[in-house]
């Protein structure tokens, strides 16, 4: 696998449409650089992002939640308990 990958070759790697993964990156579910090429642009993926991508995907799955990465949870000794 090159370092630097195309959306087609994600997508094989991923086992997933390429609208898919155009999807994700418009999303910002999975990080690329988008590549000015002749009044339109083409989308690359570092093969470092892809990976982990893929990782946190496989956990998200395996735990079968549904992290928010934009709205973290916040750890039950930063909570604060009201008085009623």
């Known amino acids: 696998m ?9 997508a094989q790697f991923l086992k997933k449409y390429p609208g898919t993964i155009r999807r994700w990156i418009i999303k910002k579910k999975l990080r690329a650089r988008k590549i000015e090429a002749g009044g339109s642009g083409v989308f690359v993926i570092l093969k470092n992002d892809l990976l982990e991508f893929a990782l946190f995907e496989a956990v998200r799955k395996e735990s079968g939640r549904k992290p928010s990465p934009k709205h973290p949870e916040t750890p039950p000794s930063a909570q604060v ?4």
Request: proline share 8%; hydrophobic share 45%; no cysteine.
């Open 81 to 84: 308990q009201l008085p009623i």
């Open 2 to 10: 090159n370092d630097i990958l195309t959306v087609k070759e994600a």
